[in-house]
T-cell receptor, first 115, second 114 residues
Framework: DQQVKQNSPSLSVQEGRISILNCDYT??????FLWYKKYPAEGPTFLIS?????DKNEDGRFTVFLNKSAKHLSLHIVPSQPGDSAVYFC??????????????FGKGTKLTVNP | DVKVTQSSRYLVKRTGEKVFLECVQD?????MFWYRQDPGLGLRLIYF???????EKGDIPEGYSVSREKKERFSLILESASTNQTSMYLC?????????????FGPGTRLTVT
């Protein structure tokens, strides 16, 4: 069963407009949510995270919103730039024994920002 | 800057060969991970380790094993490579930042098994 779902495999927006990437989850025990960005032939890079006790976190053009009751989070990119074109992965963190953790990833959404 | 390096960017192996993928991180992180990424399937966790000589199975451990003899090095082993193990393999290490464990990824190894 898929605990973290990104239902849109792709999204296309115009440069300067807002990009909204969505993510749903099923496990109430997730304590942190993270977004990663991945360019082809590179490893994913960390973008932004949010604690399960918060509902918003902002970092420059990137804002993540968390709706715990709906088990839904979204990443907003404003304004979108062509360099933002990449695959975006939503991930959820679950604590493991001894204080360690692991991430559960969604399948990713490919964002294309058109000039 | 955190650096995670992987021994090869591209690798071509034959079916039945034993394959070693090496990963090294230079930041003294406790946790290390191996994932594979396939189109439409996202990142799937193969194995992870939270200490030297410790290992835990991820979601898809079948056909793989791992070794962590030193803190900075985490190796993924394909005992007998098969064509369905053709994939992009990503190594990561993580540390605690403001309450969340951020994972840092290496550049990936594109493995082709023929």
């Amino acid at each position: 069963d898929q605990q973290v779902k990104q239902n849109s495999p792709s999204l296309s927006v115009q440069e300067g407009r807002i990009s909204i990437l969505n993510c749903d989850y099923t496990n109430s025990m997730f304590d942190y949510f993270l977004w990663y960005k991945k360019y082809p032939a590179e490893g994913p890079t960390f973008l932004i995270s949010i604690s399960s006790i918060k509902d918003k976190n902002e970092d420059g053009r990137f804002t993540v919103f968390l709706n715990k009751s709906a088990k839904h989070l979204s990443l907003h990119i404003v304004p979108s730039q062509p360099g933002d074109s990449a695959v975006y992965f939503c991930a959820a963190s679950v604590s493991f024994q001894g204080g360690s953790e692991k991430l559960v990833f969604g399948k990713g959404t490919k964002l294309t920002v058109n000039p | 800057d955190v650096k995670v390096t992987q021994s090869s960017r591209y690798l071509v192996k034959r079916t039945g060969e034993k394959v070693f993928l090496e990963c090294v991180q230079d930041m003294d992180h406790e946790n290390m991970f191996w994932y594979r990424q396939d189109p439409g399937l996202g990142l799937r966790l193969i194995y992870f380790s939270y200490d030297v000589k410790m290992k835990e199975k991820g979601d898809i451990p079948e056909g793989y094993s791992v070794s962590r003899e030193k803190k900075e090095r985490f190796s993924l082993i394909l005992e007998s490579a098969s064509t369905n193990q053709t994939s992009m393999y990503l190594c990561a290490s993580s540390f605690l930042v403001g309450g969340a464990y951020e994972q840092y990824f290496g550049p990936g190894t594109r493995l082709t098994v023929t």
